[in-house]
Nanobody, 127 residues
Framework: QVHLVESGGGLVQAGGSLRLSCAAS????????MGWFRQAPGKQREFVAA????????AHADSVKGRFTISRDNAKNTLYLQMNSLKPEDTAVYYC????????????????????WGQGTQVTVSS
């Protein structure tokens, strides 16, 4: 069955870096648009970044633009989120998600577009 498994979260000091990975199985990875979302304590789940099935023209939320970079390696069935210059307000559970994109190569920002979700990985940034 379809599984998305996030890894790479942890505790880091402000200004540091982490790279999150999302390993996908049970689907033809190259036919799915992918996204990263996060949920901080007391807040709604929010969009972080998204990428087309081909990796073309990735999109990032304004709050992370210039600091985070989404990418994918279709040969490894893996999605990545490189996070640099981390801030305490980046503290959240980070989720990867997959959207069927068989006949398109689009970016999807709304969370309701995504059918499959990982279990999340905790990122904590201390000051």
């Amino acid at each position: 069955q379809v599984h998305l498994v996030e890894s790479g979260g942890g505790l880091v000091q402000a200004g540091g870096s982490l790279r999150l990975s999302c390993a996908a199985s049970g689907l033809t990875f190259s036919r799915y648009a992918m996204g990263w979302f996060r949920q901080a304590p007391g807040k709604q789940r929010e969009f972080v970044a998204a990428i087309t099935r081909s990796g073309f023209n990735p999109a990032h939320a304004d709050s992370v633009k210039g600091r985070f970079t989404i990418s994918r390696d279709n040969a490894k069935n893996t999605l990545y989120l490189q996070m640099n210059s981390l801030k305490p307000e980046d503290t959240a559970v980070y989720y990867c998600a997959a959207k069927d994109s068989l006949y398109s190569d689009y970016i999807y920002r709304p969370d309701y577009e995504y059918k499959y979700w990982g279990q999340g990985t905790q990122v904590t940034v201390s000051s």
